[in-house]
């Protein structure tokens, strides 16, 4: 378990890092009786002026338009409907970038909001356009204040969590680091609300399956995350290069409090990132299949080679040519992730044939890879377990 429970500083001051992204609950930023806590938003834009006074970009990610509109809206505790909870966001959106504006503002600073939905991030086109337009921001000077489009989004197109779509961001722009506020400073070794005796984490130098078995559910009502999503964003964030913190956000001036020593854990970046295009792929929050592959095709995978059909053993899901699809080894693990070249029907034709079985199959002329490896990106535990296991023989 690559984890330290000591205490010790892990992450060099805020300020000397290039470009951060910080991840705000609605927890945090909205009251369940008297809506938004200006006191609070106001402290943390305070933090957010210094560091960007220090040349340090900022983007900020920003739960809290379901909450607040609801709030605005009377509607209570109570569950609400797909198409109530749509229009607490459209109310509580315009409410929530007002706010930010009027904060930043004070501060001399712009804001800009950016409204996105999953296919914002999954599919290529929209993925640049959305990079373009918030790298646009930054260098106007602007603050980009990010959230999910919840008037529209349902839960089949939603990324479900800000945990995730923060990460996703900051590995779309190439962030040094990402920051998740929650209501828990840490990663703790079981969830501290059963447990009174799980010990705190400082530091996770890689995600490993016994780091993922420390997590919780969410905490509270008004947030769709948890622990568990945390980390899922600290493998799409640390496998990009990024670093990321998890720590309280309750105080005010939350930002400054890190650099002040309050408790947090900081989650180390690879050492070997996955840069550019292959971001993109190893992003991808729902792979739209799997495809199950015996023991020397993960050997040739590791060895740099594509996945040819011969060493597929199961194809599932419904995806089409072009899709992002999860490569699983025969003991069920995630080998990697890539843009497949057939359509599910093809695929399933195809799997366990030898390349010059596959035009024969087909009708006519097919690729030889059903992923190819310039479309391919290995899972980092796959690559750490590997070393492990070649330093131990």
Known sequence: MKARSESQSTAKPLSRHRRITVKIGS???VDRETGLKRDWLASLVADIADLRQAGCEVLVVSS??????????????????????????????????????????????????VLVTLGDTEERRRYLNAR?????????????VINENDTVATSEIRYGDNDRLAARVATMMGADLLILL???????????????????????????????????????????????TKLDAGKIATAAGTAMIITAGTRLNPLSAIDAGERSTYFRASDT???GYKTWIAGHLE????????????????????????????????????????????????????LVAYDAADAVRIAGLKTAEIGKT???????AMV??????????????????EMEG
């Open 27 to 29: 927890a945090l930023l």
């Open 64 to 113: 809290g338009a379901i909450a607040l509109g609801r709030t605005i809206l009377g509607m209570g505790r109570r569950a609400l409907r797909l198409e109530e909870s749509q229009a607490a966001a459209a109310v509580g959106q315009i409410a929530l970038a007002g706010a930010w504006s009027d904060e930043l503002s004070l501060k001399g600073l712009k804001s800009g909001q």
């Open 132 to 144: 373009a337009t918030i790298s646009t921001l930054l260098k106007l000077g602007a603050v980009p």
């Open 182 to 228: 929650s209501d828990i400073d840490g990663l703790y070794t079981a969830p501290p609300a059963l447990r009174p005796d799980a010990e705190f984490i400082p530091l996770v130098e890689r995600i490993t399956p016994d780091i993922e078995a420390m997590a919780g559910a969410a905490a509270s009502e008004l947030s769709r995350g948890g622990m568990r």
């Open 273 to 275: 990132p996955v840069r």
């Open 287 to 338: 792979p739209a299949g799997r495809i199950g592959v015996d023991a020397g095709a993960v050997r040739a995978l590791l060895a740099g080679k594509s996945l040819l059909p011969a060493g597929v053993t199961l194809v599932s899901g419904s995806f089409s040519r072009g899709d992002t699809v999860a490569v699983v080894g025969p003991d069920g693990a995630e080998v990697a992730r890539g």
């Open 362 to 368: 087909l009708g006519y002329e097919a690729r030889s």
């Open 372 to 389: 190819h490896r310039d479309d391919l990106v290995m899972s980092r535990s796959m690559i750490a377990r590997t070393r492990e296991e």
